[in-house]
């Protein structure tokens, strides 16, 4: 299926740049609002080996975060959509973008088109008591739920049991439980939970676990040397998409989101230029 993105952004040259890079990868750009006096920046500073990465954000101002609910039609954006994907990172832009997005998910619930959300916490953009007040009533009823462990413990308090991310201790059943509690909480039918483990900057284990119907499903450990770890999340998030789309099982989707972020990390810039088949 096609994927659209929305977004608001302002009419200048530099987002005609970044709007055409979009619509160079097959994108549908046609949903993007016009408008506003800036695109958002962020600087990555790749970190390598013993040195983690570093990131800055320049976003204050920007078109989105001062987009208001009327710029977004979404009984028009969302007609014959399959699927509405959006993460924490859109919500904590500002104080108007949660009401933009209740908006999405009212029209989304309407139209009986299925919901996912990646919770995507950043402590840059705000704070742990703001993020919970503000996504626990986004992601009530959805239909699928992406997290890490750290996601889910900073925003909802639901934490992983035996597990320390510093030192890579992943305890398995620690994480089924935390899906679980996910979805029982929450109304939600699916979770989905990446586990990374680092080595070092450069080096890390990536799996997942798929929850569904009760039931976790793990995907195979792949040891990544990094090249970009950029849009490694969305990647796993547009891998899970596509598989829950083409009607697989759940064995085959969490192998193919997680094998689909696996080959990202690999690539430079945060496209994942990997085909289907690879």
């Known amino acids: 299926g096609d994927s659209h993105f929305v977004t608001k952004v302002p009419d200048n040259d530099i987002a005609r740049c970044a709007v055409a890079t979009l619509r160079k990868y097959g994108v549908d750009t046609g949903g993007i609002v016009w408008g506003g006096e800036r695109i958002g920046v962020f600087y990555v500073e790749k970190g390598a080996s013993q040195r983690p990465s570093k990131v800055i954000y320049d976003r204050k101002h920007t078109a989105i975060a001062e987009a208001k609910p009327e710029d977004f039609n979404w009984d028009k954006l969302l ?84 597990t320390n991310v510093e030192t890579g201790t992943l305890h398995y059943p620690s994480y089924v439980n935390v899906a679980q509690q996910l979805c029982e909480k929450y109304s939600i039918k699916q979770a989905a939970i990446s586990l990374r483990r680092s080595i070092s900057a450069s080096d890390n284990e990536w799996s997942a676990m798929f929850y569904d119907n009760h039931q976790a499903y793990f995907s195979q450990k792949y040891n990544i040397h990094i090249v970009d770890r950029v849009g490694g999340g969305d990647s796993f998030a547009a891998g899970l998409i596509y598989g829950i789309g083409m009607n697989w099982d759940a064995q085959r989707i969490i192998e193919f989101a997680s094998a689909a972020s696996c080959l990202k990390q690999t690539m430079e810039m945060d496209f994942n230029l990997a085909t289907v088949e690879e």
């Open 79 to 162: 007609d014959g959509a399959d699927f509405f994907h959006f993460t924490g990172i859109t919500a904590a832009l500002s104080d108007n973008m949660p009401i933009i997005l209740e908006d999405a998910i009212k029209t989304a619930k309407r139209k009986k088109v299925a919901i996912s959300c990646d919770l995507n916490y950043r402590k840059n953009l705000w704070s742990e008591r703001k993020a919970r007040a503000v996504m626990e009533k986004l992601i009530n009823g959805i239909d699928l739920l992406i997290a890490n462990e750290e996601d889910s413990e900073k925003v909802l308090g639901i934490k992983a049991e035996n």
